[in-house]
Structure formats: structure tokens, C-alpha cells
């Protein structure tokens, strides 16, 4: 199955940037888990074309599609770039500066424990089949990118590897799978930071409006006076009028239909991106510490806690910090 490009690539009606606060969403981002051939295609193809942004680093930048790579993928990048980039005819220390410079700082490095690589899909990438074609086999240096990407589901394996559309975890035409994830992570990203502006003027008016609560509170005169001389001159403009009311009343709404249009033509292209790419779904039922270890995964730096002293006998129990 191929994606559509008339589906990944819409026209984009509906802005889209980088997130200010990721998390604001509630919603599970989906994150794109990298394999090695396409870090070194898209090291040596960047640095055939000597310029721009490559496309890992522009899904790091959106906040919303932050790329992963196993913990393998380094050793095997180095191992294969002098190959790679001879196929690409581009200079080895070229690409090399690529990835160092641009590529791999934009990536994560996630080093899984041993019973990660015993997931049930996982089993699937780790059974060799000697019947089947060697491309079509199953490779043991795959098993790890696949386990990471059910360790982080929602997770869409980027990659040029059969073995992964074999089993129908992943798609071979790995560039509109990106762009797509662009676009997608550039939508929430939007969404992101509306609902935090949004959240951010609500608290601006509720504390204004505490404030001139409070003001009214403590001087009722001043205020019934002010409120008072505020109602008569509102009448006498006739802006308290039925018919007044009656004649603005459609326009507001109207005001408000290019906003509606603009959120649903960003709902049904954010639905039909999703439907289109080919996402690892995650278990069911999680268990605790697999959500415990995929937010230490998400936030990208460790969670320090402060140590708590043993109480001594009688003494009262103290409850641990929260991170």
C-alpha cells in the first residue's frame, strides 16, 4: 500500500508551525521511530544537495513528532556510511558532517531493556524464514526498531526495510510518510498553541475580573453610581434596543463562520492524514511502568527526586515528592 500524495500533501488551507508546549494537547502524539537506511539516505542526500533543511530535523522542530532511533542505529550508521555515501557519490566527510552537525542531534536515543524485544510484533521481525526471499527475511538488526516503536506506541516506523511492510507495520515509501507526519505534528503543534493562548487570555480576564470584583466590593458606592451612569448612556445610544440586538446579533455569527470553516478543514485533513499513515498501536492495556517509562521517554531528560528521610519510630510518615 502507497500512500496517497493527494492525501499527505493537501493544500494547506490551515497554518501550521512548531508547538510551544507540546503537551499542552491531550492527545497522544504520534512519533516517528527511524530506522538506519533512511538516516543515511537522508544524510547523503542532503549533503548532495549541499543546502536546506532536512526533513529530521524539521519533524524535531514541530514538537509533535519528535524522531527516535534505536540504540543500535548510531553503530550502524557509521559502520555503513562509507558504502552508502559512495552509492550516493557524495564525499564521505560531507555526509559525515551531516549527521554529526544537523542530523543526529535532532534525534533520541532510546536504549530498551532485554524484555522489550520479546513484544509480541517484535517476535514477528525476529522469526527467519528461510522460504521466503532475502529481502522479505526477517533481520535480527530490525528486531530493536521495532521494539521501540511498540515501546512508544502510537509510533510510525520510518523506514526502507521490506520487513517491516512484510507484516504490514510500515510503508516502503518512507518521504510521504515524513511529510505527512510534518503536516500532522504541524497541526497539533497550531492546535497546541491555541489552546494555550486561549488558556493564557482566560486567566487574564478572570484575574482582571477578580480585581474589579474586589475593587466593587470594597467601594459599592462609587460602583452602583459608575454602573448606573453606565446602563443610562447605553440606553440612550440605543444599544440596550431590541431591535439593536436583533440587527448585530447575525453578524457575530457570521463573523464567527470563517473560524468554523477554518477548524473543520483542519479536523478533516488531520483525520484523513491519520487514516492514511500506518501507525504501531499500543497495547490495550498498558501497564503502569510502560506508561511511566514512555513519559521519561517523551520528556527527554531525566526526572530528579528529592530523597526522603526514613521517619523514626512514632514519628509522623511523610509522603514521597512529587516529580
Known amino acids: 500500500m502507497n500512500l496517497d500524495p493527494a492525501v499527505l500533501a493537501p493544500p494547506q488551507q490551515v497554518p501550521s508551525g512548531s508547538a510551544i508546549s507540546p503537551m499542552v494537547l491531550d492527545r497522544p502524539m504520534l512519533l516517528p521511530v527511524l530506522d538506519t537506511n533512511v538516516v543515511l539516505v537522508e544524510a547523503c542526500a542532503l549533503a548532495k544537495k549541499g543546502d536546506g533543511q532536512d526533513k529530521i530535523t524539521a519533524l524535531a522542530g514541530t514538537g509533535r513528532a519528535t524522531p527516535y532511533i534505536a540504540a543500535h542505529v548510531p553503530a550502524e550508521v557509521d559502520e555503513h556510511l562509507t558504502k552508502m555515501a559512495a552509492h550516493f557519490k557524495v564525499p564521505e566527510r560531507q555526509a559525515r558532517r551531516v549527521l554529526q552537525e544537523q542530523i543526529l542531534p535532532a534525534l533520541r536515543v532510546v536504549d530498551l531493556e532485554i524484555r522489550d524485544h520479546l513484544s509480541p510484533q517484535t517476535r514477528h521481525i525476529r522469526r527467519v524464514d528461510p522460504e521466503a526471499p532475502r529481502r522479505h527475511r526477517g533481520d535480527l538488526d530490525d528486531a530493536p526498531t521495532m521494539a521501540l516503536a511498540e515501546f512508544l506506541a502510537p509510533c510510525v516506523i520510518v523506514t526502507q526495510d521490506t520487513v517491516f511492510s512484510r507484516f504490514g ?10 511529510q505527512g507526519l510534518l503536516r500532522l505534528a504541524g497541526l497539533e503543534a497550531t ?3 491555541a489552546l494555550l493562548f486561549s488558556d493564557l487570555a482566560c486567566q487574564l480576564l478572570g484575574a482582571g475580573a477578580h480585581r474589579l470584583f474586589a475593587l466593587a466590593a470594597r467601594n459599592p458606592l462609587p460602583t ?10 447605553s440606553y440612550r445610544r440605543g444599544y440596550l434596543d431590541r431591535d439593536t440586538w436583533r440587527r448585530h446579533l447575525p453578524r457575530a455569527s457570521e463573523a464567527a463562520v470563517p473560524v468554523m470553516e477554518l477548524y473543520s478543514a483542519a479536523k478533516a485533513e488531520h483525520q484523513a492524514l491519520s487514516d492514511s499513515l500506518r501507525a504501531v498501536e499500543p497495547p490495550a492495556y498498558p501497564t503502569t511502568d510502560r506508561l511511566a517509562a514512555r513519559y521519561l521517554a ?5 526526572l530528579i527526586l528529592e530523597s526522603c528521610a526514613m521517619p ?6 511523610r509522603s514521597p515528592p512529587r516529580s
Open 169 to 178: 507495520l510500515a510503508l516502503i515509501d518512507w518521504i510521504p510518510v515524513v
Open 191 to 193: 492546535a497546541a498553541n
Open 224 to 233: 452602583t453610581a459608575a454602573l448606573g451612569g453606565l446602563l443610562w448612556c
Open 298 to 302: 517523551l520528556r527527554g531528560q531525566p
Open 312 to 317: 523514626s519510630p512514632g514519628a509522623g510518615t
